[in-house]
């Protein structure tokens, strides 16, 4: 499967942005998918995660209250809707899947088999 990040940009602090991950080829609906971001000279975490289904997420504390994963099997895309936004959140995101037809969430990266390329998100205070 390929996925595509998008959606990403600048804004300013407090206001809301929604990051889309479309991916090609069949069966996405068997992938479980996290948004992962960026920082410079920060390593690459995790900041919320879907199962195949929708029906299980999780999230990071840093973005809980403030960051919605949701998906559309229909439309083979999963979103990260993140409001709110900081200055801290300025960071590349990028959306990663793994097959995995459970409620498991994995959460680090050697978990996941397919990353997008990112999409740049900017914050100004």
């Known amino acids: 499967v390929q996925l595509q990040a998008s959606g990403g940009g600048l804004v300013q602090a407090g206001d809301s942005l929604t990051l889309s991950c479309l991916a090609s080829?069949?069966?996405?609906?068997?992938?479980?998918v996290g948004w992962f971001r960026q920082a410079p000279g920060k390593e690459r975490e995790l900041l919320a995660s879907i199962s195949w289904s929708g029906e299980h997420t999780y999230y990071e504390d840093s973005v809980k209250g403030r960051f919605t994963i949701y998906r559309d099997n229909a439309k083979n895309t999963v979103y990260l809707q993140m409001n709110r936004l900081q200055y801290e959140d300025t960071a590349v995101y990028y959306c990663?899947?793994?097959?995995?037809?459970?409620?498991?969430?994995?959460?680090?990266?050697?978990?996941?088999?397919?990353w997008g390329q990112g999409t740049l998100v900017t914050v100004s205070s």
């Open positions: 990663a899947a793994v097959m995995r037809y459970s409620s498991y969430l994995p959460k680090a990266k050697f978990e996941y088999d397919y």
């Open positions: 080829g069949s069966s996405f609906s068997s992938y479980a």
